[in-house]
């Protein structure tokens, strides 16, 4: 069957809302009347962040969802009964110009299923960035995900205009990689991360041959973890993004909750797991980048699973309850951050302003705290919390109620 380019667009774009990246697609809050002008309903746009914290609007497409793979968990999978388009590589630079000129979009998101082979289909895609950015002169954000198993000069090519690159681990074991995307090859991911980050360490060192040096992916490269796929804890699940930051320098892991696809393999699980399960570990992952935990202290209890009803921080504090009330007006930069409520920004303006004059509970609100949650935890001139309530009791009273009453 031969597809209109809109037809093309609404299939591959519908195949592309699977990656986790642009986390809002599909979202309806700026919706201007009917998917008028300034809807961010329209085919294929998502929202991203760009490294300056910009809220970006994209296209977010894949090049074709045909796949010679047959990863278990994607939608894409050879074995799987969906309708096929693809793109070629002047319909993917023309509709990115025309959202572009249009500003429906400040970008491009682009992935694709494999076609003939990983080489084939990443010349493709090169060869889309390329022609974007030298013939058209093209300045908008774009992120690249590069095919498995694909030649290093391939990626190394791409690198040079792509903004940011991204490379799936997909599973958070080698185990599951083999058993749920067998054609993925977990040694090759490793090598493509190692060397993508090894060129952005390079491209960022000055040289005496050069003033200026093009800068390779300058946001940085990405991974994906698909999560409830198979039994990983989230113990697990954070181990292997706290190794794939340390390894290969990552700006980004992010997680997706695994959705049952239709006809799906006998080796997934059938149960789709909560979207809060997402949100915990987004909230885990945040606490080792930035406020000095590990994965031990956030996931060490449960069975390694997080606490779906309260944040990882709050629920580390209630069970080290001895370690608090903390003096806001003495206590060290690190363990501030450890306070429930208080963000690095906030820790940040109380050090600041603790040197010109002892704080006061009014005063912590005022530098950005969060009061509900961390007045149980801190002590100022004025305030102490006391130790008459215990940490069962206290956990209550951040249990959203529709919870508490589901376990009565
Ligand atoms: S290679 Fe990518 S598109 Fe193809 S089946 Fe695997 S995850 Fe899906």
């Not at 302003?353 to 100022?380: E, P, Q, V, W």
Request: hydrophobic residues 40%.
């Amino acid at each position: 069957m031969v597809h209109t380019l809109i037809q093309k667009l609404a299939i591959l774009s519908d195949a592309a809302k699977y990656d986790a990246s642009c986390a809002s697609s599909g979202t309806t809050k700026r919706n201007a009347v009917n998917g008028g002008l300034g809807s961010t309903e329209g085919n294929g746009i998502c929202h991203s962040y760009a490294p300056d914290g910009r809220c970006i609007s994209l296209l977010k497409i894949l090049m074709t969802n045909f796949c010679t793979y047959d990863c278990a968990f994607c939608i894409n999978r050879v074995s799987s009964n969906i309708a096929r388009a693809r793109f070629s590589v002047d319909e993917v630079v023309k509709l990115t110009l025309e959202f572009y000129r249009r500003n429906y979009i400040e970008g491009l998101f682009l992935s694709s299923g494999i076609v003939q082979s990983p080489d084939y289909t990443m010349e493709q895609m090169t060869r889309i960035v390329k022609i974007l950015r030298v013939d058209h002169r093209f300045h908008g954000y774009i992120h690249l995900k590069t095919i498995p198993n694909a030649s290093q000069e391939l990626l190394d090519e791409s690198g040079l205009f792509a903004d940011r690159l991204s490379v799936n681990i997909e599973l958070p074991t080698d185990v599951a990689l083999n058993k749920i995307a067998p054609q993925k090859d977990v040694v090759e991911i490793r090598r493509a991360m190692a060397a993508i980050g090894d060129k952005i360490v390079a491209s960022r060192e000055p040289t005496m041959v050069k003033k200026r040096v093009k800068k390779f992916v300058p946001a940085g490269q990405s991974t994906q973890l698909i999560i409830g796929a198979e039994n990983s804890s989230d113990a697990i699940i954070l181990k292997r993004s706290a190794s794939l930051y340390a390894g290969y320098k990552l700006k980004r892991v992010y997680y997706s909750a695994f959705s049952p696809i239709p006809d799906s393999s006998p080796k997934l699980s059938l149960v789709k797991p909560p979207l809060m399960r997402e949100h915990r570990l987004y909230q885990a992952d945040w606490l080792m980048r930035f406020y000095g935990f590990n994965v031990d202290e956030i996931a060490a209890r449960g069975g390694g699973m997080l606490d779906l009803d309260i944040d990882p921080k709050l629920s580390w504090a209630l069970c080290h309850r001895g370690e608090f009330p903390v003096d806001v007006n003495k206590a060290p930069y690190e363990i501030l951050l450890r306070v429930p409520g208080f963000g690095v920004k906030t820790v940040r303006r109380i050090i600041s302003a603790r040197r010109h004059c002892k704080l006061r509970y009014a005063d912590l609100a005022r530098l950005g705290a969060n009061m509900k949650n961390a007045k149980s935890f801190i002590s100022t001139i004025d305030w102490h919390p006391g130790s008459a309530i215990d940490s069962t009791h206290l956990r209550q009273r951040f249990v959203p109620e529709m919870n508490q009453l589901t376990l009565l």
